[in-house]
């Protein structure tokens, strides 16, 4: 069972969003909350698969939000998708560097949202190739200087071929493919490098492999 956390100001927004998922066998909508204060509450006391976070939201914003579940190791298992009626823009790219495993914009179709979600659930960034090459190339002007990445030189050369891929978007199978070894041996190299560089899931994976320079927009074009 998927147990989400709704997060946004607005009722009719978090209505919606709960008549779609409470009809999933697979998903249970724990609880709701009007701002991020009250939704870093609920987070705490229910400990939900996934947050769906309003980036603008009173009293606490959905980047602050996302920040503070990302900085709590009691909600580690806590999976923040952003929502947002804007699409690409620099909240969204601020509320990935704070933790968020992507986002999704309010008027997406429902079959979409509800995989998504599922997607989110697993891990698994919601970022397609293409909108992070914009996001990076719009932000980040230039790499993070040589020793601002923690871990980087930890990385063997099979785990950083790895982390490359997945800045290319790829899944595990095919890296699997693409590196010639097993899905569950790249899932392994995945796994270790997120670790290493202390990341929460392939969203921040990636944010960071832009930012140290290890991958450049015109290498995934």
Known sequence: MIRVLLVDDQPLIRSGFRA?????DDIEVVAEAGDGEEGLALARRHL???ALV???MPV???????RRIAADPALAGTHVVILTNYGL???VFHALR???????????????FLHAVRVAARGDALLAPSITRKLIDRYVTQPLPGGAVTGLDELTQREREAVVLVARGLSNDRIAA??????MTAKTHVNRAMAKLDVRDRAQLVVLAYESGLVTPRETA
Request: glycine share 8%; net charge negative.
């Open 20 to 24: 779609l998922l409470d009809l999933e």
């Open 48 to 50: 939900p698969d996934i």
């Open 54 to 56: 309003d980036i603008q």
């Open 60 to 66: 606490m914003d959905g980047i602050e939000t996302t």
């Open 89 to 91: 823009d620099e909240y």
């Open 98 to 112: 704070a933790g968020a495993a992507g986002f999704l914009v309010k008027d997406i179709v429902p079959e979409d």
């Open 178 to 183: 693409h590196m010639v070894i097993s899905p």
